[in-house]
């Protein structure tokens, strides 16, 4: 599987950016999300859309700013981020892994290039 991220960029506290993963193959097939990684700080989940029911999960760090979806015609995952803050600058990476309650992209199977947010006035 190759999942290619995109839409990052630099954007002011309080503003918006949605990010896109096309993928390689069907959605069908596992669970598909996203994990970021800033410098000097652990991995984290930050939502992921479970493969049998499709329930989706956040990270209670970005629980109410952003949501993810899928288009499943478009074999592409999207994560539209609100109210961004200056912590949630990292490298954001789609991917298929773990994805169920209490369990965000942990453990991973296949992930590509990330995208960089940057959030700064």
């Known amino acids: 599987v190759q999942l290619q991220a995109s839409g990052g960029g630099l954007v002011q506290p309080g503003g918006s950016l949605r990010l896109s993963c096309a993928v390689s193959?069907?959605?069908?097939?596992?669970?598909i999300g996203w994990f970021r990684q800033a410098p000097d700080k652990a991995r984290e989940g930050v939502s992921c859309?479970?493969?049998?029911?499709?329930?989706?999960y956040y990270a209670d760090s970005v629980k109410g700013r952003f949501t993810i979806s899928r288009d499943n015609a478009k074999n592409t995952v999207y994560l539209q981020m609100n109210s961004l803050k200056p912590e949630d600058s990292a490298v954001y990476y789609c991917?298929?892994?773990?994805?169920?309650?209490?369990?965000?992209?942990?453990?991973?199977?296949?992930w590509g290039q990330g995208t960089l947010v940057t959030v700064s006035s």
């Open positions: 991917a298929t892994g773990g994805c169920w309650p209490g369990t965000i992209m942990s453990p991973l199977d296949f």
């Open positions: 193959e069907s959605l069908d097939y596992d669970a």
């Open positions: 859309i479970a493969r049998t029911d499709r329930a989706t």
